[in-house]
Nanobody, 121 residues
Framework: QVQLVQSGGGLVQAGDSLRLSCAAS????????MGWFRQALGKEREFVAA????????RYGDSVKGRFTISRGNTQNTVYLQMNSLKLEDTAVYYC??????????????WGQGTQVTVSS
């Protein structure tokens, strides 16, 4: 069974940078767009970023534009989220996603296991 396996995350200070990784395990996500969502405690899941499988077009949530960068690895089965200038409000559980729809990431979606990012002052 194909799965998304996340790595990275942890505790950082405001202003620091962090990179999250997500890799396909047990198969391939060729033909899938990939992205990141996050969910803070007590809040709804929020779209963070997505990258198209066809031409590499990217989309970002308003709250992370200019600070976060999404990219794919050479094999197309890995996606990264580079997070710079982290803020307290970036604290959340981050989820990797693979989907046949872009940029909504709403169809045929696979999810990673989630990883905690905590930004302290």
């Amino acid at each position: 069974q194909v799965q998304l396996v996340q790595s990275g995350g942890g505790l950082v200070q405001a202003g620091d940078s962090l990179r999250l990784s997500c890799a396909a395990s047990g198969g391939t996500f060729l033909g899938y767009s990939m992205g990141w969502f996050r969910q803070a405690l007590g809040k709804e899941r929020e779209f963070v970023a997505a990258i198209s499988e066809s031409d590499g077009t990217t989309r970002y949530g308003d709250s992370v534009k200019g600070r976060f960068t999404i990219s794919r690895g050479n094999t197309q089965n890995t996606v990264y989220l580079q997070m710079n200038s982290l803020k307290l409000e970036d604290t959340a559980v981050y989820y990797c996603a693979a989907s046949v729809s872009f940029p909504t990431m709403s169809k045929g979606t696979y999810w990673g296991q989630g990883t905690q990012v905590t930004v302290s002052s």
